[in-house]
């Protein structure tokens, strides 16, 4: 089968400091003796922060310390905190809350960082250790034609890109545009890296041979019948300079336009031709980008955690491509794809109905289904795709080529597809694993559908988990507050002495997908003696998650606070559980009351 661009025509088809070393729970110097959970207790987050970078730290004392009070003893601290870690701390002044300034000194890898925070967090005197975060003024991008990209910003129906920016641009991940290569472009040519041609057949290639390492577009030009009985003349599209410019435009440089992850990386990988490409040059395409191999071909030197697919063809997903693409999820890539413009259920349109791919619809301006999006139940999620139909300005701007056959100058354009609304949500996939490198593929799309909004307009047939909402994710991944409804429960629980465990149970229903992965539980429980006390929030599906250990050495009273979970793996709906229960002997509590912020 040979598969086409999925665009508006149908031929035949952080930083050192914050993101990772800031998440666990505060911890107190020594723990004592505890029953095990019950289930599987995954850690924690009580101190989560975008990967925003930082080379110093703020450390809140305890009330009680010398060090909460005077600045010597602060200084002695840092200094002993850094003869531990093995590094060169220093004590910077005083905040006006009474926390001290410490400077992590010069070069510390992220393993250094951590011992220090360690260090911090074994004191029990220590309240708290976060990052001194490096914020910028929050001012939109110079780009002369950023007003003319509605689908980033708009209130309406644009995918609230803006607001993830401060937090994560996508530096430090490759997204593979698998596509018909790459036409220079100035406002895309500093983020290109990389790329392969993998059109085997001369007769689709255009450029006179086989593959190559010139990821180049010759342009896809063709003639009036040239690509089957009645089908017209048509010019070369630039397609994959198009898809390349959503995702990953230079911005901020006063020109053009802003791509959405515009601190990453594109790797132009071109298996689209004359009249489509083959499933066999595809299926290489994704096995290389993810860093697979391929006879005769080099190694990628620039492996892709996520790759866009804005493609597609008739029929089921083979064999073929389900295990190029389930061996490249395996391998840690993302595998985002356009689920078509036929009007019609995805199921049949491949690779929209493959498994582990995140299907992506499209959107017009007032926020529902373009009137071309394929829809159905393997759809995920929905973006900006636009509708030229309803006036030119409606569709997605983004990079091109003036050339009606051949490269000519650089341009700029609106398209409208499924093509257009796939890298939306390829970008803000690159801005997820910037912001927190170990998310998974599963944990991606799961995050992504879990903070979707509902769809503006209306989707006959199914758009997934709603219009995806880059903010919103992108903050719920890097320890963001998410701003979701809250679940709450205020009965009152008493917690026997040294006994059993007790439970206090929250329903939570209307809520589509998985639980996010900055789950916010507050938490008020009044106790004498709160280091005797054990803290599992207990999921759906009984898996335990700790947040409180007990610990002999923290004898201050009552715990009033809020934990953040990562509970992406867990299905948002059903009865959740705050188990608390006192390992020790001669103090009592109760839990007053206790919620859930999705």
Known sequence: MRTSPALGRKLISV????????TA???SAAAAPEPAPRA?????????????????LIVGYKSGAAEAKSDRAAAADAEAKGAGAEENLDFRRRLGTGAALVGLGEDLTRTDVADVVAEYRADPQVAYVVPDRLNTPQADPNDTDYAKQWDLFEATAGMNVPGAWPTSTGSGVTVAVIDTGYAAHSDLAANIVGGYDFIADTAVSVDGDGRDGNPADPGDWYNAGECGPGVPAGNSSWHGTHVAGTVAAVTGNNKGMAGVAHGAKVSPVRV????????SDIIDAITWASGGTVSGVPANAHVAKVINMSLGGDGACTSATQSAVDAAVNRGTTVVVAAGNDNDNVAGHSPGNCNNVISVAATNRSGAKASYSNYGSLVDIAAPGGQTGTGTANGIYSTLN?????PSTESYAYYQGTSMAAPHIAGLAALMKSAE??????????????NARTLPGSCSGGCGAGLADAARTVQAVAGGTPTGPTFSSTSSVAVPDAGAAVESPITVSGRSGNAPAALQVQVDITHT?????????????????????SSSSDSADDVRTTYSVNASAETADGTWKLRVQDVAAQDTGRINAWSLTF
Not at 437 to 450: C, D, G, V, Y
Not at 533 to 543: E, I, K, Q, R, T
């Open 15 to 22: 930083a050192t400091v914050s993101a990772a070393l800031l």
């Open 25 to 27: 729970a505060t911890a």
């Open 40 to 56: 599987a207790v995954p850690a924690a987050q009580t101190e989560a922060a975008p990967g925003t970078p930082a080379d110093r």
């Open 272 to 279: 689209l031709g004359k009249c489509g490409g083959y499933d």
């Open 402 to 406: 003036s050339g009606t056959r051949t």
């Open 437 to 450: 490198p170990a998310l998974t593929p599963a944990q991606i799309e799961s995050a992504i559908k879990t």
């Open 529 to 549: 003696y709160r280091g005797d006390l054990v803290v599992d929030l207990v999921a759906p599906d009984g898996s335990a998650y700790r947040l409180k250990s």
